[in-house]
């Protein structure tokens, strides 16, 4: 019927059946493995997304353009000038001309501070205060106030001040001391040699005559003429050092001295008391204990912190 209706013959169908089938499975087979790829792809994704590693860099990759955004805005700093500030900057300005400053004046002044901070944040960008040795210094003296401050100890008792002051007595001695009045000679002008003869001419006469104090005689002295117990150190910041400072202790009390030198020139001097040395009690010294006792702890505790410090460092010297 068929063959007649198309005008094929036998063989003819049997091939055009043959390849209708073929396209017709060709086409489920197609279906099938689109149906089959699909689902795979669904699969792949969603192991993809339950992975840490993606979670990982996907977390990255956000952080990266995070950062990147952050760092376009921090291209513009914002500085903000407080009213405390605007108040430290006028009482500076105060003490420095006794008046505070005008409405325009202290405008110029805040201007001038945002202009420093302007440049000083440009400056800390360029890196410019790297291996700068003065603000290294700077740093360092800023953070050693910083330590005493935080290293200061409480207020000892008087048992610790005790304690202190018998481990540390030779601190608490009180030196010898004189107390005595000089007439002075300057080598000016009749030279070294007769200003030492002069004053012993002078401390001759002053002994005949039984004085025991003559300002009025010799030459003007760039000082006073009468001291009481003063100490070796306290002499050597007057008279320097060597010669009188360390001679008048064994001078003759109440009697004009041999020509003694000092620093300055000649003097004769006339010893009314020598006090030697001696220990000062506990209640005498309490102020100077408590003192150096507070000292020692900061210095202890001051230690303490950079050995503290120095255990978190690596130091290697090449």
Known sequence: M???QFGLDSGELARARFEWQSAQNVDAAG?????????????????????????????????FFVNHHLEERSRFTRITITKEQVRGIADNYRLQYGVLPATRELDALVDNFIREEIFYHEALKLGLDADDEIIRRR?????????????????????????????????YRRP??????????????????????????????????GLTRAVDQGDRFPGTYDFAELSRDELARVFGREGLAESIFAVEPNHW???????????????????????????????DVRRDYIESERDR??????????RSFEVVRE
């Open 176 to 209: 010898q001391t004189v107390t005595f009045t000089h007439v002075y000679f300057a080598p000016d002008g009749r030279g070294d040699l007769g200003a030492r003869e002069a004053a012993q001419v002078e401390a001759s006469s002053l002994n005949l005559q």
């Open 257 to 287: 001295s041999e020509p003694l030198r000092s620093g300055l020139g000649w003097h004769t001097v006339y010893v009314s008391a020598r006090q030697p040395g001696r220990q000062a009690g506990f209640d005498q010294a309490r102020a």
């Open 2 to 4: 068929i063959e007649a």
């Open 139 to 171: 740093l360092v003296q800023k953070y050693e106030f910083l330590q005493q401050d935080l290293a200061t100890p409480v207020e000892p008792t008087d048992s610790q001040l005790l304690d202190y002051y018998h481990q540390h007595l030779d601190q």
């Open 31 to 63: 279906a099938a493995a689109s149906r089959t790829s699909s689902g795979y792809l669904r699969s792949l994704t969603g192991r993809i997304a339950r992975e840490p590693f993606v979670h990982f860099v996907l977390l990255g990759a956000a952080m």
């Open 301 to 310: 505790r001051n230690a303490d912190t950079v050995a503290k410090l120095r």
